[in-house]
């Protein structure tokens, strides 16, 4: 018994260095490893960056995590993370907390990005202004009626607080840019904890309204027009009417680096901004910065 | 009397059909589970779905890191886990007195059961990641888990042990071995199949597990084995099926089904 | 090897018996912790709002009265669903089915509690929540409702398997002496098996109810998480937020050591307190009837 006991415990090591040994003599240098946390927005992006450039420089290891823009902040304030992707700019608060910490947050704008308002294709409705939405999204505005629609319910959809484009969305829309301003969702706001939920949910169901970055907006899901105020051109979103500041709700994207960055992640940053990398931008959905 | 004995069968086949009929709104579900999950994710299955790294930002390409990543997360478990959960049950069903303490062992036993996994990770994350900082690693996840399958260990294994008949030890010890060699050699040897049992279903139990290990030691995307065993987050295959983010293409979110033939296996 | 090595034996004896004992140790760790990262949050949040029923923490509202209704409405209807079923999943695999189909079911049970909850979460997201919002006529299928029929579904082979270890447990004797008095079958399971073993059947509803409540991931995918006061019975069909969606969304995106990781663990020890009684009670009646319930907690 006591030899068949070892022996198992001998086949789990083995297997256990097996598989180390496998993975480090499969690339060349491994020392150079990034780790890379935050923004939902960002992830898809930050992704198709980390494999590009690993491609090209295999001495370099990207590891990419989501989780939210607050996630990927609070990790650079806790030390854990290399490069934290947010989709909103870093607060005042998060600022004094990583100072707290010896940490020195340092912004990179890598990308824009619109939010685009999505609703289901057989709801009439294919216009609003600002002002409708944040009512609707503040619960002053219950029924589609009261927006030129069909007699039905609204159901509002938003992502999780922890991401950043809630956030932004609070502040844009809901409060229309004003501080003062402390208009909060409407309790019964749906938190979904993915992008992926709200297109579900919106593919599906006629009465639902959502918010999602215009680069995650599939083609079977209707995306409103938007006007500023009461009166203006209602536009729609795409890298364009970002460029030209028409469409109302778009933002800077960020990475931050704890101080400012060395080595490795230095050129990444780099070849970040190049036009290879803003290119894959485009590609993506995103607005690319000049 | 023939008449209330016929109604009296009456009762019987309505109570009999309705209770059949329960049974099969319970199982009939779980059918069409399974074969929602088979008819939708069997056509996913590849070799080159499992054996590969994700390409197109986890659009393409296989889910190798997803699935060594939680087999490093077992194993990190069974380490953990398996001799600990044994020995605990070697001491419940050979040594424990009938007394309050041991007692007080089994209520922990019950209640570690029945905590919240996402208590577990909230544990793991005050003690293992921050605490201890190890940080979100595969050793803090793995730490976490052990905890929440110990009781599955325990309580599978002690019952294995205790099924092991008494003459067994008597005759053992009759011929001068000491205790701790009549467990060893006796009751263990008989007793593995039901202790494998539960060690098997505990680590099932971890691997299927995606609250404890959130904000533990999960990481979303790696496109490399990762080489540094016990300080990197590692991709799991189940918070790929949880992460939050959208899959443009239907084939990853069924993801899963490899793994869950594997468990099919398991059964057999 | 052959020859006992006393000290030996007795370091042993000494690992064993510290093994036993790391139960204890860990539960106690397990509250410690807790304790030591959610207790500041009743120094940092007014006890009153915390009792307060708007939860919004980017803004420092911590009412955490939404999220546990939420999940006590959820567990609830999870459990109007579960009991009935799972009873009588459990009394007819034991006593009407015969071999063949009791050979196949019990397996298929087992399959079911197998299961991830991810997983039974995508089907919500894509089958259930759908369906419940076309066949009910609900503005949203993501709802209470949605989450306590998932929940159903995980506490049922729960409820199942140890239900029909408490009916196994029941001496042939109660039911033969049924029969020599002529009750028929189903009298027989009415009026003496069920009652006989109403100790397990409860043990049974008890754990049931303490695999629902602990429940994160299927009931964040598909409940909606809308922090809603949930307390008419209306509210069932409404979207909610449960405690422990909540720690699982959020956990992730706080600073250690801010008020809302502290509030946050606060919500941990609730839980944490709540299974506490749950598995108590459940145990207390375990001990008193001796079944084999811990095998089956998992």
Known sequence: MNIRWSHLLFVFCFLLSACGADSSSGSTSPALYIENKGSDTIVNLALAWAERYQGEHAEVRISVTGGGSGTGLAALINGTVDIANSSRKIK?????????????????????????????????????????????????????????????????????????????????????????????????????????????????????????GLGYVPSDVKTIAIAKAEGDPFVLPSAATVDDKTYPIARDLYMYTAGEPIGAIKDYLEWILSPEAQNIVLELGFVPIK | MNHSSSTRNLIQRIGFGALSVLAFVTVAPIIGTALYILWHGGSAISWEFLSGFPRDGMRAGGILPAIVGTFYLTVGTAIFSVPLGIAAAIY?????????????????????????????????????????????????ASLTLSIMTLPVIISTSEEALRSVPQAFRTVSISVGATRWQTIRRIVLKEALPGILTGVILGLERAAGETAPILFTGAAFFLPQLPNSHSTRPWPCLITFLSSRRKYPTCRFKFNMAPRWCCWFLCWE | MQKPLHWREIIITRLIQASGYSAILFVAAIFLFLMREGLPALGEVKFSDLLAVRWYPIEAYFGILPLITGSLIITIGAMLIAFPLGIATAVYISEIAPRWVRE?????????????????????????????????????????FAGSLLLGGIAVPTIVSIAEDALDAVPRSYREGAWALGATKWQTIWRVTLPAARSGVLTAIMLGIGRAIGETMAVMMVTGNAPVLAITP?????????????????????????????VLFFIGIVLFMISLAVNIAASSVVFRAKKRAERILS
Do not use: C
Not at chain 1, 176 to 194: H, M, Q, R, V
């Open chain 3, 104 to 144: 196949i079911l019990k397996p298929l049970v087992e399959l079911l509690a197998g299961l991830p909850s991810v997983m039974l979460g995508f089907l919500g997201i894509l089958v259930v929540s759908p369906f419940l919002r076309t066949a009910l006529d609900l503005p949203t299928g993501l709802s209470a």
């Open chain 1, 92 to 212: 005042e608060e998060e600022i004094a907390d990583a100072q707290a910490n010896g940490i020195q947050p340092v912004e990179h704008t890598i990308a824009r990005d619109a939010i685009a308002v999505i609703v289901n294709p057989e709801n009439p409705v294919s216009e609003l202004t600002l002002q409708q939405i944040a009512d609707i999204y503040s619960g002053k505005i219950n029924n589609w009626r009261e927006v030129g629609g069909e007699d039905r319910p609204i159901v509002r959809l938003s992502r999780e607080t922890n991401s950043g484009t809630h956030v932004y969305f609070l502040e844009t829309v809901l409060r229309l840019g004003s501080k003062e301003d402390k208009t909060l969702f409407a309790t019964n706001t749906l938190l979904l904890p993915s992008s992926e939920g709200i297109i579900a949910e919106v593919r599906q169901n006629p009465n639902a309204i959502g918010y999602d």
């Open chain 3, 234 to 262: 209306g509210s069932l069909f409404a979207p909610a937020r449960t405690m422990t969606a909540t720690i699982a969304a959020e956990m992730g995106e706080v600073a250690s050591g801010s008020t809302h990781y502290h």
């Open chain 2, 92 to 140: 419940l069903s050979e040594y424990a007195p009938d007394n309050r303490w041991t007692r007080l062992i089994r209520i922990a036993i019950i209640n570690l059961a029945g905590i919240p996994s996402v208590v577990y990770g909230l544990f793991g994350l005050g003690l293992f990641v921050i605490f201890l900082k190890f940080g979100t690693s595969i050793l803090a």
